[in-house]
Every structure is written in structure tokens, then in C-alpha cells.
């Protein structure tokens, strides 16, 4: 079962920012958080991962809370070809003989709007 | 070159047929992996192969059998499929087991009449 809890849908206009909340309140001291998107039609695309550190990359930002029992992933300035489904993803330990699995939840269906 | 491509892109299957689904990747990546996406569901997790050894395989029927003849390549054969198999079957890979940092394919959509 997957370890995360999100919103099942997020409107958002165009040009303003997207923050997309994320509850993981079991995620174990070893575990990342990862977010991933799927535009319609197509394939998964990784977005950004974290640890515990808040994180920034050209696509997005990850704020993890300092207990680590949820995350907000931040799309700065949306636009229309954000509209997508988000999946926060706790990643198995690649220490343990379950690594690699990805393991989605339902996501959060993100519409940006003009 | 960051792409996983995926052949055939549509697929329409009888029951009795045998196909193959094909995956590719040239990033050096040493693990891959098949995923299957019911519509408006979030993909699951089929096979993992690490080293072009099967290292996960999450009780999927015998119907649905991988292949990784080399390091670049991932082939899931068809067999006997039945209706309710129709659905979007992804292939991904990372640079090794445990990297959950993968980069998937654009799938393909398979129909079983």
C-alpha cells in the first residue's frame, strides 16, 4: 500500500505558484520522499527527491517539515503544461531487498487554468 | 540521451495470440523495470530486473513473462492474455536497483479482445 496521503485534486492559475501538499507520517528515518508527474497520455516523469532538507531544482521545490511527516512540492510560476497528475512517492531503503520499488498513490490531479 | 522508448506504441491482442512488448534504453542504466496502468488508476509495479537478473517480481501471473537479453533491452511476452489485462504497460529504468530516480518510457496501450 502506498505510504502517502495527497488532495485528489488542485486548481491552480497560470503564472501563480502550485504548492501540492503531501502526508507520509510512517516514513522511517532511511526513507526518501520522491515526486513524480504524469501528464495525460503519457510516461511518469521524476521531479524531485528529498531526504530531509528542503531541495531545488529547475523544475520545482521540495519542503520537507523538520518531523519529516509531510512535504510541499512548490511549482513556482505554473503554467498550462504543468496540468498533470502528482504522485508523492516514500521510497523503499536501497538497502533493503524491496529497493527500487515505487510504490504510487492515487496522486493529486492539477489543473492550471488561464 | 535521457529516453526509455517503447514498441509497438498500441496493441490489440486475441486471447489466444502470442505478442511481445519491447523496451529500450542507452543511458547505461542496470535496472528496469515493467509497470502496468489501469485507466485513471496510478501505475504498479510488474518486474524489477537488476543486472539482467529478475530480482522482484510482485505475483504477477505466468501469462506476462520478462526477458532482458542484455543490459539495454526488457521484453515482456504476452500469453493467453485475458480482458481485463487491457491497460497501459510502462517500462522504466534507473541507474541501479534501489535508485528511484527512474525515467520511464511512454508505454504502451494494450487492448485484449
Known amino acids: 500500500d502506498a505510504k502517502t496521503t495527497q488532495p485528489p485534486s488542485m486548481d491552480c492559475a497560470e503564472g501563480r505558484a502550485a504548492n501540492l501538499p503531501c502526508n507520509h507520517s510512517t516514513i522511517s528515518g532511511n526513507e526518501y520522499v520522491y515526486w513524480y508527474r504524469q501528464i495525460h497520455s503519457q510516461g511518469p516523469q521524476y521531479i524531485i527527491h528529498?531526504?530531509?532538507n528542503n531541495e531545488t531544482n529547475e523544475m520545482a521545490s521540495l519542503i520537507i517539515t523538520e518531523d519529516r511527516k509531510s512535504s510541499t512540492l512548490i511549482l513556482p510560476h505554473a503554467t498550462l503544461r504543468d496540468t498533470a497528475v502528482y504522485y508523492c512517492?516514500?521510497?523503499?531503503?536501497?538497502?533493503?531487498?524491496?529497493?527500487?520499488?515505487?510504490?504510487f498513490g492515487q496522486g493529486t490531479e492539477l489543473s492550471v487554468k488561464p | 540521451d535521457t529516453e526509455v522508448t517503447q514498441t509497438p506504441k498500441h496493441l490489440v491482442m486475441g486471447m489466444t495470440n502470442k505478442k511481445s512488448l519491447k523496451c529500450e534504453q542507452h543511458?547505461?542504466?542496470?535496472?528496469m523495470y515493467w509497470y502496468k496502468q489501469k485507466a485513471k488508476k496510478p501505475p504498479e509495479l510488474m518486474f524489477v530486473y537488476s543486472y539482467e537478473k529478475l530480482s522482484i517480481n510482485e505475483s504477477v501471473p505466468s501469462r506476462f513473462s520478462p526477458e532482458c537479453p542484455n543490459s539495454s533491452l526488457l521484453n515482456l511476452h504476452l500469453h493467453a492474455l485475458q480482458p481485463e489485462d487491457s491497460a497501459l504497460y510502462l517500462c522504466?529504468?534507473?541507474?541501479?536497483?534501489?535508485?528511484?530516480?527512474?525515467?520511464f518510457g511512454p508505454g504502451t496501450r494494450l487492448l485484449v479482445l
Open positions: 528529498g531526504l530531509k
Open positions: 512517492i516514500v521510497s523503499h531503503s536501497p538497502l533493503d531487498n524491496q529497493g527500487g520499488k515505487l510504490i
Open positions: 522504466a529504468s534507473s541507474q541501479d536497483r534501489g535508485q528511484e530516480t527512474q525515467y
Open positions: 543511458m547505461g542504466h542496470r535496472a
